[in-house]
Nanobody, 125 residues
Framework: QVQLVESGGGLVQAGGSLRLSCAASSGRTFSRYAMGWFRQAPGKEREFVAAISWIGGNTYYADSVKGRFTISRDNAKNAVYLQMNSLKPEDTAVYYC?????????????????WGQGTQVTVSS
């Protein structure tokens, strides 16, 4: 079991940056979870954004954010981050942190058993 709490969302102008954080509390060693970020815009399905493997050596991004977003983790702090640069209005969504017991990151929602409550990101044009 793991509890996830996201923070760092807010309102930013197009071209700006935000850094999302996800704090995890778990009875299982945090480093044994692959972590992912997903997002859901109003009226749309939840979609994959980025994922990172147990130790952090492997990362995986949706094509729509590749080159602009960076996922990272600090296992000593039980935290995962999403640095978002060159933000666009279409990045506006609720962003969710998720944890998977699989060692390798995946893009499928059903790979992730644990989810945070989400943090709102709004990018104005």
């Amino acid at each position: 079991q793991v509890q996830l709490v996201e923070s760092g969302g807010g309102l930013v102008q197009a071209g700006g940056s935000l850094r999302l954080s996800c704090a995890a509390s778990s009875g299982r060693t945090f480093s044994r979870y692959a972590m992912g970020w997903f997002r859901q815009a109003p009226g749309k399905e939840r979609e994959f954004v980025a994922a990172i493997s147990w130790i952090g050596g492997n990362t995986y991004y949706a094509d729509s954010v590749k080159g602009r977003f960076t996922i990272s983790r600090d296992n000593a702090k039980n935290a995962v981050y999403l640095q978002m640069n060159s933000l666009k209005p279409e990045d506006t969504a609720v962003y969710y942190c998720a944890a998977s017991t699989n060692p390798w990151p995946g893009s499928l929602i059903n790979e992730y058993a644990y989810w945070g409550q989400g943090t709102q990101v709004t990018v104005s044009s």
